[in-house]
Antibody
Framework: EVQLVQSGAEVKKPGESLKISCKGSGYRFTSYWIGWVRQMPGKGLEWMGIIYPGDSDTRYSPSFQGQVTISADKSISTAYLQWSSLKASDTAMYYC????????????WGQGTLVTVSS | EIVLTQSPATLSLSPGERASLSCRASQSVSSYLAWYQQKPGQVPRLLIYDASNRATGIPARFSGSGSGTDFTLTISSLEPEDFAVYYCQQRSNWPHTFGGGTKVEIK
């Protein structure tokens, strides 16, 4: 069974750094793109970026390029989304998801990680 | 970047009625478009991929059509569990953008 399990909710202060994770299981981790989607409170879905763990090919939305870093550790089947300096506007739910059986669309999703940034 | 514009923003319908949701792309995406459903407090779910293919386990009342720049998601007869927000997404060009969403609410 394909599963994506994300790390737990975080409460941070502006300026702090953060790395959240998404662990894949039930499939060959290196063979499928794994991406991140932001959903701000009461708002829609935003495609942030994606990584192919097999060769670390990474694509970012221009809106998020330079603002976050996406990475993956093949040895533990885990993808990451990190910030070096959080802002209040980073407060959102963050989902990881994979392009699996339907081509390059997100057909499996993690449960989401709520990130709250507040002073 | 390709911009996807969904309309209407909100659709107010009764159970049993037909719903037609629109997604328009700022440039051609061929047939590389998907539709997702998201209910409050839940993770999005893939409904339709490549414009007209139902994902695994999706009921036949959901159908997708279109190509190029204009796409439609049709729900033939709304069930109570279909009231939700629907998003389109394109995979023609990086970044693989989402539309802003259409909320289907109970009238």
């Amino acid at each position: 069974e394909v599963q994506l399990v994300q790390s737990g909710a975080e409460v941070k202060k502006p300026g702090e750094s953060l790395k959240i994770s998404c662990k894949g299981s039930g499939y060959r981790f290196t063979s499928y793109w794994i991406g991140w989607v932001r959903q701000m409170p009461g708002k829609g879905l935003e495609w942030m970026g994606i990584i192919y763990p097999g060769d670390s090919d990474t694509r970012y939305s221009p809106s998020f390029q330079g603002q976050v870093t996406i990475s993956a550790d093949k040895s533990i089947s885990t993808a990451y989304l990190q910030w070096s300096s959080l802002k209040a506007s980073d407060t959102a739910m963050y989902y990881c998801a994979i392009y699996y059986g339907s081509g390059q669309y997100f057909d499996y999703w993690g449960q989401g990680t709520l990130v709250t940034v507040s002073s | 970047e390709i911009v996807l514009t969904q309309s209407p923003a909100t659709l107010s319908l009764s159970p049993g009625e037909r719903a037609s949701l629109s997604c328009r792309a700022s440039q051609s995406v061929s047939s590389y478009l998907a539709w997702y459903q998201q209910k409050p407090g839940q993770v999005p779910r893939l409904l339709i991929y490549d414009a007209s293919n139902r994902a695994t386990g999706i009921p036949a009342r959901f159908s997708g059509s279109g190509s190029g720049t204009d796409f439609t998601l049709t729900i033939s007869s709304l069930e109570p569990e279909d009231f939700a927000v629907y998003y389109c997404q394109q995979r023609s060009n990086w970044p693989h953008t989402f539309g802003g969403g259409t909320k289907v609410e109970i009238k």
